[in-house]
């Protein structure tokens, strides 16, 4: 179910570049995945950018902070910049700083699609996760850092206390209604 877009919706035709956004276990990944194959599109996971550095002390149950975020974040504007067309990501975009600096990177429209869930939902699939360097321990600091989309930002917000085809189904529908 598709919970609220921000802008205008005739502003996400422009969008070749999609963010897949939100706290660590929100599905990003499945997401991005599930989303680039129904667009012919790669997905670029924003995990497998971070610099070691940061998936040590992450691994080792701290926060990143600002600092340890800002080269990750240029490396993700960047990727999404040396696309031509469509390209999709999956990066936390926590605050608005942080979509801010992709968005100046890519230097054209970029859509964040917000997945967006309860603390107990997305606890129970972190739970259930295996083989990833987040612990489920920083999952309230995620929440902490976590500023929504607001109304000025093209974005597109997303419930996911559903299955995966719906989640799909359901920012797919968004982009086919924002046809001229």
């Not at 995990?47 to 940061?54: C, F």
């Not at 002390?57 to 975020?69: C, I, T």
């Not at 606890?123 to 987040?134: P, S, V």
């Not at 920012?171 to 001229?180: F, G, S, V, Y």
Request: charged letters at 25%; aromatic letters at 4%.
């Amino acid at each position: 179910m598709l919970m609220a877009a921000s802008r205008c919706l005739s502003d996400m035709t422009k969008a070749q570049k999609f963010v897949i956004m939100g706290v660590s276990g929100c599905g990003k990944s499945s997401v991005g995945a599930a989303l680039g194959e129904k667009l012919g599109v790669a997905y670029v996971d924003g995990d497998d950018l971070h610099p070691a550095s940061n998936i040590e002390k992450m691994s080792k149950g701290l926060p990143l902070n600002d600092e340890d975020r800002w080269p990750w974040l240029a490396k993700v504007g960047e990727t999404l910049a040396a696309n031509s067309g469509r390209a999709i990501i999956g990066c936390s975009a926590l605050k608005r700083v942080y979509r801010d600096k992709i968005r100046n990177a890519v230097a054209e429209p970029v859509l964040f699609i917000h997945l967006a869930g309860s603390r107990e939902v997305i606890g129970a699939r972190m739970g259930k996760r295996e083989g990833h360097f987040m612990p489920g321990s920083l999952l309230d600091s995620q929440f902490a850092t976590l500023e929504p989309p607001q109304n000025d930002e093209l974005a597109l917000t997303v419930d996911i206390d559903q299955p995966l085809e719906g989640i799909i189904s359901a920012i797919l529908a968004a982009l086919e209604d924002t046809k001229p």
